[in-house]
């Protein structure tokens, strides 16, 4: 299986804050990577897919980018709805495996 | 819009197997597009893909659950299912049900439900 390694596992942050996680491929899977954020108790919602490309209604302060076997979120200029946890996923091959997740707290 | 709503035990005993059925309102399991597909999440295991299916019937297993795991659909029902036998106390998860894009990402997700294994 591929392993999908997100750094950090946490990080603080302000309101209006720059952050960029990290998500890294134990093989190169090209640009076959989502990223998604998940609230406490609800469901994980794609953000992100081929490592680009941003899903409909996502506000374009969020970003991806890289290719390979390295990948980067980032999202500019946090605002409160932003905290929470980041996932990553691997859509290279089968199984389809997750990062252990970052989450993303309140400074 | 596309809903999914998974049903089904919240409790199962050691050794029995598990049925969980997904139900989609607002668009249809025979689309051609689609795969259909359960993730579970665990504090231990973290998100875990347990497998698809595709309105035909083809099925997707991860390999590590592949010799417990049946997935099938209905396509009359708009419902496709889970089953996932000889459950230990490590099966114990949310399971999610979810809609795959053909790039293999899940766009649209079930709220999912909580299956606590104990005797």
């Known amino acids: 299986d591929i392993q999908m390694t997100q750094s950090p596992s946490s990080v603080s942050a302000s309101v209006g804050d720059r952050v960029t996680i990290t998500c890294r491929a134990s093989?190169?899977?090209?640009?076959?990577l989502a990223w998604y954020q998940q609230k406490p108790g609800k469901a994980p919602k794609l953000l992100i897919s081929?490592?680009?490309s941003l899903q409909g209604g996502v506000p374009s302060r969020f970003s991806g980018s890289g290719s390979g076997t390295d990948f980067t979120l980032t999202i500019s200029g946090l605002q409160p709805e932003d905290f929470a946890t980041y996932y990553c996923?691997?859509?290279?091959?089968?199984?389809?495996?997750f990062g252990r997740g970052t989450k993303l707290e309140i400074k | 819009q596309l809903q999914l709503q998974e049903s089904g035990p919240g409790l199962v005993k050691p050794s029995e197997t598990l049925s969980l059925t997904c139900t989609v309102s607002?668009?249809?399991?025979?689309?051609?597009?689609?795969?259909w597909g359960w993730i579970r999440q665990s504090p231990g295991r973290g998100l875990e893909w347990i497998g698809a299916?595709?309105?035909?019937?083809?099925?997707y297993y991860n390999p590590s659950l592949k010799s417990r795991v049946t997935i099938s659909i209905d396509t009359s029902k708009n419902q496709f299912s889970l089953n996932l036998s000889s459950m230990t106390a490590a099966d114990t998860a949310v399971y999610y049900c979810?809609?795959?894009?053909?790039?293999?990402?899940?766009?649209?997700w079930g709220q999912g439900t909580l299956v606590t294994v104990s005797s």
């Open positions: 979810a809609r795959r894009q053909p790039g293999n990402w899940f766009d649209t």
């Open positions: 607002g668009g249809s399991v025979s689309s051609s597009e689609y795969y």
């Open positions: 299916i595709y309105y035909s019937g083809n099925t």
């Open positions: 093989q190169d899977i090209s640009r076959w």
């Open positions: 081929a490592a680009s």
């Open positions: 996923q691997q859509a290279s091959s089968f199984p389809h495996t």
